[in-house]
């Protein structure tokens, strides 16, 4: 089955800086990749996915970017801010296999 | 669309008493998932249904956990005899189609057995 490690578990930037968590899948079926953003004390909502027929998506100041050959993916946060403090999680799903979630990022922005 | 309802939002128990946890999905959504998510283990996935049936329960801790869905509109997790470990925050989520879609959770039970 599918297996996704994300790096790294915890990310602390200073507010107007950029954020990168990254991660790698193991099913090289894996079609779909979500991104989920949990607020303390909330449910996960996705804030962006991408599939594997496309390489990056953006969407005003966050991106994602997909290397299918490296089974990697990444999501990119431009110009933080003090809202985006959160735990993120990615995962990965392919047709036939359902999603498996990454262990999750505990990203902090300092103001 | 009302999203995913979960009830109850908080349960508060004693060792040893059954716990029943409900979850409505979003209508027309044709699978359902449970998942169990703590501080140690994160987001666990302890089982999901495709039209009403159970595909993997592989991810149920053991036979004190079962889980139902009788019809499209309407599953439950129930714990019994539940025990201290179990305390965790439980989200259910629901899926439009195929595995290449997104998941919608609903805002979880937070469950606390003491």
């Known amino acids: 089955g599918e297996n996704v490690e994300q790096h790294p578990s915890t990310l602390s930037v200073q507010e107007g800086d950029s954020a990168v968590i990254k991660c790698t899948y193991s099913d090289s079926a894996s079609n779909y990749f979500p991104w989920y953003k949990q607020e303390l004390g909330k449910r996960p909502q996705l804030i962006i996915d991408?599939?594997?027929?496309?390489g990056e998506k953006k969407d005003q100041r966050i991106a994602v970017t997909l290397n299918k050959t490296a089974k990697h993916f990444s999501l990119h946060i431009t110009e933080t801010q003090p809202e985006d403090s959160a735990v993120y999680f990615c995962a990965a799903s392919s047709d036939n296999n359902d999603m498996r979630f990454g262990a999750g990022t505990r990203l902090t922005v300092k103001p | 669309d009302a999203g995913v309802i979960q009830s109850p939002r908080h349960e508060v128990t004693e060792m040893g008493q059954e716990v029943t946890l409900r979850c409505k999905p979003i209508s027309g959504h044709n699978s359902l998932f449970w998942y169990r998510q703590t501080m140690m283990r994160g987001l666990e996935l302890l089982i999901y249904?495709?039209?009403?049936?159970?595909?993997?329960d592989s991810g149920m801790p053991e036979d004190r956990f079962s889980a139902k869905m009788p019809n499209a509109s309407f599953s439950t997790l129930k714990i019994q005899p539940s025990e201290p470990r179990d305390s965790a925050v439980y989200f259910c989520?629901?899926?439009?189609?195929?595995?290449?879609?997104?998941?919608?959770f609903g805002p979880g039970t937070r469950l606390l057995v003491l």
């Open positions: 989520a629901s899926r439009p189609g195929h595995a290449g879609e997104t998941q919608y």
């Open positions: 991408i599939r594997s027929n496309v």
């Open positions: 249904f495709n039209n009403n049936v159970p595909i993997d």
